[in-house]
């Protein structure tokens, strides 16, 4: 029997998880007479009697003009990245980075993670643990392969939890923050440790969300339950509303079940193709030529495939297409996107998806909401429905700055930091009354800061301090 627990029952809002009873640390160390002395003291003893390293002076980190911004970034980093590591525990045999807050979305996801992981890199000494956090990956990756069958081989999970996991996976960018780890720190030694398997990884991505080798991939879960299967994509997409899970469309097995999604996603597909453009530049930084050939043929099948079949011009972003017929399923939303920075559409898509962006479908109060706001379906606070992530915004905004409309990522980027500074960091806000909602400090809502370091804002100007 397979040490991986059940799945839960019921979905939750966003991922389910299990709370692990856990001691408030804060709260234990003010009770304690070494709680005056707080976490750290300058490389001496803790508390609990270990050696700890001295403070991160994390505001000495950033410069700026603005003091207000350097304060703000301070607490973005301080919330969103160095609290989100974790000792081991569990089936996490490493350390580890949390996408939540308190027991909200308690283990380490692969979405969540590689934001987190991105500005975690900014910090040399923590290489370390950044290996350790991607080693979770393929530490999971081979126990599953241990009790599946073949052809689920090398799938890793939507997160794994301490106590449990999923038979689903998500958003395939485990190459993208592979990348942007190793330019942050230049970890050689973590591209030796990770493409490997990452390479697997993307083939099983293929092989069992491209189940007719169209070049483009859908959603699915091992458990056949419909709700997991949408965790893997931006799980209430309208462009998902009707989907459903069918067995394989040719192969056929006395263990087959209905696994496999019938709607083919931009966002999922271009995100692969990402992460693989990623996977072919760090596979030749090592020497690797072979791999990174493997890799090209992926991306130019499926960058053809988005073309031909997702494009849609009327509405001026890629769309979902059902799976069997490639009709497409005519509805915009934040995945749509997401092909820009993939380098998918053409020189003239760029230039509908530029004016598209710029008008009332999707210039809400706080843009991006995560569907046409003109759309009949549209809820400006529902959740991915009509509702504004930090996370998307700057996406979307590195894939239009990519493409040459720095004016339009400069938008989106100014006004998603100016949000976050007036109504605090959250997991996403209400496009029109612009308030924020879900959990505070999630991990991947510190790209309010990474917008700022990656140079997309004109107004809110941050960088990393030179240490020269």
Known sequence: MSSFASEAGQPTNGYQHQTIPMINRRTFLTSTIGGSLGLYLGGRLTAFGQETPPPIDVAGLFQSKDPALIAFAADVFENCVLKKIHEPEGLLRRRWLQAGTGDKFYGQWIWDTMFIADLLAILPEKKEVLRDVFQNYWDFQEDWNKTMPEYAHDMVCCVVNPGGIRKFTQFPILGWGLERVYKRNGDKELLRQCLAPLERYHEWYWRERDVTNVGLVAVGSYSGVLYQARFESFDKDCSLDDFELTEHPTRKG??????????????????????????????LEIGDHEMAARRQKRIDKATAAMREHMWDEELGVFVSVKRDTLEKIRVGTIGGFMALKADIPTDAMKARMAEVIRSEHWQTPLPVPTVDAK????????????????????????????????????????KSVANAMKYGVYEFYNSQTKKGGGVPYLGMSGTVLTMMLDGLTREHLLSVRDKK
């Open 375 to 414: 759309d009949p379906r549209y809820d400006p606070g529902a959740y991915w429905r009509g509702n504004v992530w930090p996370v998307t915004n700057y996406q979307v905004a590195t894939g239009f700055a990519q493409q040459g409309f720095a004016d339009i990522a400069a938008d989106i980027a100014d």
């Open 254 to 283: 006395p263990k087959e079940g209905k696994w496999y999604g019938n709607v083919l996603i931009p966002g999922n597909t271009a995100l692969l193709v990402n992460s693989e453009q990623a996977l072919a530049r760090l596979a």
